[in-house]
C-alpha cells in the first residue's frame, strides 16, 4: 500500500474507535462527508486491501505488447536508423501500417537504448525570423547544399532548390555534382513552369548569381547595359525577376531551414528506396518533393497570387543560357570557344553588317544562336577561311632595288658651311 492509503486506513480505525468524526475524517481526507461514509462501508467489509487501487499489477488494455515495441526497436536498426521520432513514426505508419503516436516511438527507442539524431535547443535563437510574405509568388529563396545525400552508396552531389517563403513549398530541386549554372537554372525552369514568374528572387553572392567585374565593358555599354551581370543575372533581368542578394545567410533563413529539413528526412527516403545514383536521385526527387509539401508547405495569408503567366511564345532555354557580347565579322561569321559559326540566313531578313555588336548565346544542350529584338537566330558552325601562308623555307634572299637620288635631291647639291664662309670674310 502507498503511504497515502495507509494514512485512510489509519484515519478509518480512529473514525471506527470513536476517536474522529465523520467532519474530521472528510478534512483529514480531502474528500466529502459523504463519501467518507461509503469509504468506511467498504473498509468494514473488504479491509484495508479495498483501499488499494483495483488495477494496481494489472496490464492495462490499451499497452503496447512486449513483440510490437521489440519490432519497432529493430526496425530503426534497420532501415530506419538516424530518423527521428516524428519521421519515424510517419514512416511506420506508411510502410509498416504500424501506427503509433511519436511520444510512444519516441519511449520505445529511448527503452531500447537508441539514442535520437537531434536533441531540443536549450538556448534561445539569436535571430528572429523573418515574417512571411503575404502572397505566393511575392518571394523566392534558391540556394544549394552539398551533402552525402546517398551516404555510402554513392557519389557525394549538391541539391539545389527553391521555396516559395510564403507557402514554404518547395517548387524545384534538381541533383548535380557540384554548385553549378545549370542546377540552379534547371531548377528555376521547373518553378517558372509549374507556378509562374515571381516577384522577385533572394539568393547569396555567390559568382553564379553576382558578377566579379565591377565595371562595364565597352561592348557591353554599347549593347545598352547599365550594370555588370552574371549569366543567371541576366536571365532574371529579362524575366523581370527583382534579384536580391542577401549577405548573411540568416537573411534567407527559410531555405536554410529545409536544408536541415532535408538533411534529416531526405536521406532516410533516398536510403528506403535504394537510389545509388544521381540519375536515379533525380528520377524519384519529384515524388518526394510533393510528400515533403504536403507535410509541411502552409496556406499563404492572402488567397491572390502574386505571380505573372509565363509568355507562351517564350523559350525558357534561350534564356537562361551562357551569353557574351562578340562582332560580327565580314563573311558573316562570329568566333564562340575556338570555332567559326554563321547565322543561318532568314528569308526577307537583312544580313548583318560587319563589326556589327551582337549578343551571342549558348544553351545547356550546346545550341549556338544570336540573340536580336527579342529574337533567337540559330548559328551553325562553319569552317574558317584559311590564311595563304608564304613559304619561308624555299624563299631566298634577293638583293635590293638600286635607288638613284632625283636630281633636285640635296644629296646632289654641294656642301657649303656657310658659317665657315662668314668668318673668311671677317
Not at 392 to 399: I, R
Amino acid at each position: 500500500m502507498t503511504r497515502e492509503e495507509l494514512k485512510r486506513a489509519m484515519v478509518l480505525d480512529k473514525w471506527i474507535s470513536g476517536h474522529l468524526t465523520e467532519t474530521d475524517v472528510a478534512s483529514a481526507l480531502g474528500i466529502s462527508v459523504r463519501q467518507a461514509y461509503r469509504l468506511k462501508a467498504k473498509y468494514v467489509h473488504g479491509g484495508a486491501q479495498v483501499l488499494a487501487h483495483q488495477n494496481r499489477g494489472r496490464k492495462p488494455i490499451h499497452t503496447l505488447s512486449d513483440e510490437l515495441k521489440q519490432r519497432v526497436a529493430d526496425l530503426y536498426r534497420g532501415p530506419y536508423h538516424g530518423s527521428n521520432a516524428v519521421h519515424y513514426a510517419e514512416l511506420l505508419q506508411e510502410r509498416e501500417n504500424i501506427k503509433l503516436s511519436v511520444s510512444s516511438v519516441r519511449r520505445i527507442l529511448i527503452e531500447h537504448g537508441l539514442k535520437l539524431p537531434r536533441t531540443r535547443r536549450s538556448f534561445v535563437k539569436t535571430h528572429r525570423p523573418r515574417t512571411r510574405k503575404p502572397q505566393a509568388g511575392m518571394l523566392w529563396q534558391i540556394d544549394s547544399s552539398p551533402f552525402a545525400w546517398l551516404e555510402d552508396r554513392g557519389p557525394s552531389l549538391t541539391l539545389h532548390g527553391i521555396i516559395d517563403d510564403a507557402t514554404g513549398e518547395v517548387l524545384g530541386a534538381v541533383f548535380r555534382p557540384t554548385e553549378t549554372f545549370e542546377g540552379y537554372a534547371l531548377a528555376m525552369m521547373q518553378a517558372l513552369r509549374s507556378r509562374g514568374v515571381p516577384m522577385a528572387l533572394y539568393s547569396d553572392r555567390h559568382t553564379i548569381f553576382r558578377s566579379p567585374q565591377e565595371a562595364l565593358t565597352l561592348e557591353q555599354e554599347l549593347a545598352g547595359e547599365t550594370k555588370p551581370l552574371s549569366n543567371f543575372g541576366k536571365a532574371v533581368a529579362d524575366l523581370g525577376i527583382t534579384h536580391i542578394k542577401a549577405l548573411s545567410p540568416q537573411a534567407k533563413g527559410r531555405i536554410e531551414r529545409l536544408w536541415q529539413t532535408f538533411q534529416d528526412r531526405l536521406v532516410i527516403e533516398l536510403r528506403l528506396l535504394g537510389v545509388c545514383s544521381e540519375q536515379e536521385a533525380n528520377r524519384v526527387l519529384p515524388s518526394l518533393l510533393k510528400k515533403h509539401n504536403r507535410r509541411f508547405a502552409v496556406k499563404p495569408q492572402q488567397v491572390e497570387s502574386a505571380y505573372r503567366p509565363l509568355p507562351n511564345e517564350l523559350k525558357l532555354e534561350h534564356v537562361f543560357t551562357r551569353r557574351e557580347i562578340r562582332k560580327m565579322g565580314g563573311g558573316q561569321t562570329f568566333s564562340w570557344n575556338g570555332k567559326c559559326y554563321t547565322p543561318t540566313p532568314v528569308k526577307g531578313l537583312p544580313l548583318w553588317e560587319p563589326k556589327a555588336v551582337i549578343e551571342v548565346r549558348e544553351t545547356m544542350q550546346g545550341e549556338v544562336l544570336i540573340w536580336h529584338n527579342n529574337r533567337a537566330w540559330i548559328c551553325t558552325e562553319t569552317t574558317r577561311q584559311a590564311k595563304p601562308v608564304a613559304n619561308v623555307a624555299n624563299k631566298k634572299s634577293e638583293p635590293a632595288t638600286p635607288r638613284k637620288p632625283a636630281a633636285d635631291h640635296p644629296w646632289r647639291k654641294g656642301f657649303t658651311n656657310t658659317r665657315f664662309q662668314r668668318s673668311i670674310a671677317r
